[in-house]
């Protein structure tokens, strides 16, 4: 548990703000947020199969885009955003 000490010039609400953000590196609320209910293993799953999905979609498209543009620079051809669709 974060503690802060208060000194004696220091105001209550600099040291609650303090307090305040060594919970938030300690990631203490959002502990709290995650264990507040049981969360079955299969919805463990589902969700971390979900971040994971998430994580991966943002780097295909930019790979997607950049090798449309390559080609549309090669052909002379501005790239058209129905084809980057389709690589997804």
Do not use: T, W
Not at 38 to 53: D, G, L
């Amino acid at each position: 548990m974060p503690e802060v000490i208060i000194h004696d010039d220091e105001s209550f609400e600099r040291a609650l703000k303090r307090f305040k953000k060594k919970c938030e590196k300690a990631g203490i609320l959002a502990d709290l947020r995650k264990h507040r209910h049981y969360e079955k293993p299969s919805e463990r799953k589902k969700r971390k199969m979900n971040a994971a999905r998430r994580k991966n979609r943002r780097p295909r498209y930019a790979q997607a885009l950049q090798k449309e543009m390559r080609k549309s620079r090669n052909s002379g051809r501005p790239a058209q955003a129905s084809s980057l669709r389709k690589a997804e």
